[in-house]
Structure formats: C-alpha cells, structure tokens
C-alpha cells in the first residue's frame, strides 16, 4: 500500500533525497559512512558550504550582505539567541500561534517584550493586521506560517527596524522579498531536512550591537565566523538539507514549487468549503498553503473517516490537541496525487453519510 503522509513534522522529504541520504550513511567517501569522517575533512566541508550558498541562492540573497549557518538546537533555541544577538532595551513581537507565544516567553527573560498585536483570544485563528511597530524598538518578529492552527501571513510590514521572521515551516515554499527580513530562521525538519539542524540566514550589519556579554554557543558572530564550524554540525541533517535545496533547485526552485503548493491548497480547500460534512478552524483569508486545519461538522462520522483514511494509506493527519480535528501538511515534498487520495475520501464520506 502506498502511504500518504501529512505528517506535521518531522515532514515528508523527496523519495530521491532519501536514498542518497541513505546511501552517504554506507558510503559517502571512499567506504567510510558520512556519519563516522571528520567534519573537518575536505568532504563535509564541501557539504557545509554548499548548503550555505545554496541557501542564500534559493532565497536570492546572494551578494547582499547575508550569512547563512546550520546551527544545532531547533528554532526553539533561536528563541533565545535572537535576543541574545539583537536586544538592547526592547523589542515588538507580533503573536500569531505557539511557536510565536514561546518566543515571548524567551525572549522576556532578558527585557522588555511587547506584542504588537495577537491572535490569542480567538485561539490563534487569524493574522492581526493593521498594527503599529514603534521606530524605537530594537527589532520586529513574526512567524510567517503556524503549523498547529494553519495559519499564515500573505504579507509583511515595511519596517523601519531590523525585521525577524520565524520560517520553520514554510521556508522555500512560496516567493517572497527575502530582503524585507534582517533574520531569518527556520528549524529544518519542517519543509528542509530531518530534525537536527536550523537554517539561520542573518545579515551581518545588524550585529555586535548589544552590549551584553553573549556566549560564544550563542553568538551569530563566532558561528559566522567559523563557517558554521564552531562545534560539530549536525552531519546528516546538514547533508540531507544539502540534498532537499538541490532537489528544489532542479525543479526550478522557489518560483516552481510555489505552483505546485498553489495547486495542493486550492484542491483540498475547495473540497472543505463546499463538502458540508466538513470545515475549516483558521479565517479563509489567513489560510496556509502549508497546513489546512479542518474539522468534521458531525463528529459521529469520526470512527468511519478515519478508517477510511487508514484503508488509503493516510498517515498523520491528526490535528493537534490545541485544535482537535485534523491538520493536512502540504510541505513542498508532498505530492499533489497525495492530496488527491485524501480530497476523493472526503468527498466519499460526503456520499456515504
């Protein structure tokens, strides 16, 4: 049985990304195994740097002032250093879903947080919009896509600040001006890689302004400094984030992929707004083309939509408790035959009920 999988991450990776992954684990340089060489030896050294440039090339910042590092400790860590790196007095945050609220609550350990706006009271089912960010503060962050309550932002504010935006799940999914964004970050087992490494990509002139003592784990500017070879890498997962950006590149990058995910939002969002058994938990025009949230509009069809979904071959397609219902993940390695199988099921229940 061919399965589907929707998992909210660890996410779907290209099936020929898989087995060159698995193949580098037996032998990735002469019989020795990418997992058992030196990070230092010339090999991975090859593997870190070409992932970095293919990062800034995919997201069209070579040549501008960027650097991009493979860290370790997930984006929730970035919680952390970003305002370790750029908090001098205060910063806006703008409250959209989990992952932005934990970030608050990281960043408040060192000083003033405000949050410019939330979604918190309707359970984060909209983006606030029409919010002010005030010129005095030391940056703006947003999280541009929120995988538990699907969510995302369509735009972004012009600030006069720098701007950080938390990627993890939508990075290099759709064309945006990734110039706007002063700090990027995006842990990759979402839309990139296997859990084990985060995408950083920062623009240097906005550093070594803060006047705290940071950490050399947790300075931008050490790792940059070092190539992103501070301490060692996360080998696999840097390698097989190599592997997805080279994928994406071959098929025409960002631009190309943006089509297809077009294609899988529009079809499975057709068939929750005019299925009756079914509907959607974030406002239609906030909607991500990474994550639909949707719930059944009877819940004593539950026990035969889902062994219908187990038939087919459907995997992860639980909402989070936060939610409930059911969360279908889009992430740019999904087919759009995938959203196919789980539209027709819907559409099945409808005719069944």
């Not at 698995?22 to 019989?31: Q, R, T």
């Not at 406002?283 to 083309?289: F, G, I, L, T």
């Amino acid at each position: 049985m061919k399965r589907h999988n929707f998992s909210a991450g660890p996410c779907i990776l290209p099936k020929e990304v898989m087995l060159k992954a698995s193949e580098a684990i037996l032998d990735f340089d002469n019989g020795l195994s990418l997992i058992e060489i030196s990070h230092r030896s010339k090999p991975f050294v090859d593997v870190m740097e070409k992932a970095r440039a293919l990062a800034l090339e995919l997201l069209g910042l070579e040549g501008k002032g960027y650097k991009a590092l493979f860290l370790q400790g997930g984006a929730s860590t970035q919680f952390l250093m970003v305002a370790l790196n750029l908090l001098e007095k205060r910063a806006g945050y703008l409250n959209t879903g989990t992952w932005s609220d934990k970030a608050i609550q990281e960043a408040r350990i060192y000083d003033d947080i405000y949050e410019v706006a939330s979604s918190k009271d309707a359970n984060f089912n909209f983006i606030p919009k029409g919010y002010d960010i005030p010129s005095d503060y030391d940056y703006f962050h947003c999280t541009s896509n929120n995988t538990i309550f699907g969510t995302q932002m369509k735009s972004f504010p012009d600030c006069d600040i720098p701007m950080v935006c938390d990627m993890s799940s939508d990075i290099f999914s759709r064309e945006l001006d990734f110039s706007k964004f002063d700090l990027i970050y995006a842990g990759a087992q979402k839309n990139m890689g296997p859990a084990g490494t985060t995408l950083v990509v920062v623009r240097e002139d906005i550093l070594g302004k803060v006047s705290r003592k940071i950490p050399s784990m947790m300075d931008y500017k050490v790792h940059i400094s070092k190539s992103s070879m501070f301490n060692t890498p996360p080998v696999f997962a840097v390698y097989t984030s190599m592997l997805t950006m080279e994928w994406l590149k071959n098929l025409g990058g960002i631009p190309a992929i943006e089509k297809e995910n077009n294609k899988k939002a529009q079809l499975i969002y057709s068939e929750i707004d005019l299925n009756p058994l079914f509907k959607g938990y974030a406002m239609k025009e906030d909607r991500s083309k990474m994550n639909a949230t949707f719930n059944l509009t009877n819940e004593d069809l539950k026990e035969t939509f889902e062994t219908m979904l187990k038939d087919e071959g459907i995997n992860g397609l639980n909402g989070h408790r936060s939610v409930g219902g059911y969360r279908a993940s889009m992430y740019n390695a999904l087919p759009l035959d995938s959203v196919g199988v789980l539209v027709d099921i819907m559409s099945e229940l409808e005719r069944k009920a």
